[in-house]
């Protein structure tokens, strides 16, 4: 059975710093491409990052580029965002997702359950 559980979310004021974990099982990670998905209230998903678990090559979303990093332990089987210089529009419901096509292709064979983040004073 293939689980994606994220956790780290929380409320953090503008200009602050939070990380993200997604622990995955169930599946062959080093055969997958991992990602950080956010959905904001009333908009539509949106794919920030991703990552090549075997290659390592990252790929960002140019609204966080600069500002957030994601990163893999694949001893571990778990996925990072990292999380800097948060604006109040980083507020999301933020999920862990994967596939094995790489970035682009804009569908996930899993998804985590999500972890809320909220930016405000």
């Known amino acids: 059975q293939v689980r994606l559980v994220e956790s780290g979310g929380g409320l953090v004021q503008p200009g602050g710093s939070l990380g993200l974990s997604c622990v995955a099982s169930?599946?062959?990670?080093?055969?997958?491409?991992m990602y950080w998905v956010r959905q904001a209230p009333g908009k539509g998903l949106e794919w920030i990052a991703g990552?090549?678990?075997?290659?390592?090559?990252?790929y960002y979303k140019d609204s966080v580029k600069g500002r957030f990093t994601i990163s893999s332990d694949n001893a571990k089987n778990t996925l990072y965002l990292q999380m800097n210089s948060l604006k109040s529009e980083d507020t999301a419901d933020y999920y862990c997702a994967n596939n094995r096509e790489g970035w682009g292709i804009w569908r996930a064979d899993s998804w985590g359950q999500g972890t809320r983040v909220t930016v405000s004073s």
């Open positions: 169930g599946f062959t990670y080093s055969e997958y491409w």
């Open positions: 990552i090549n678990i075997v290659g390592g090559d990252t």
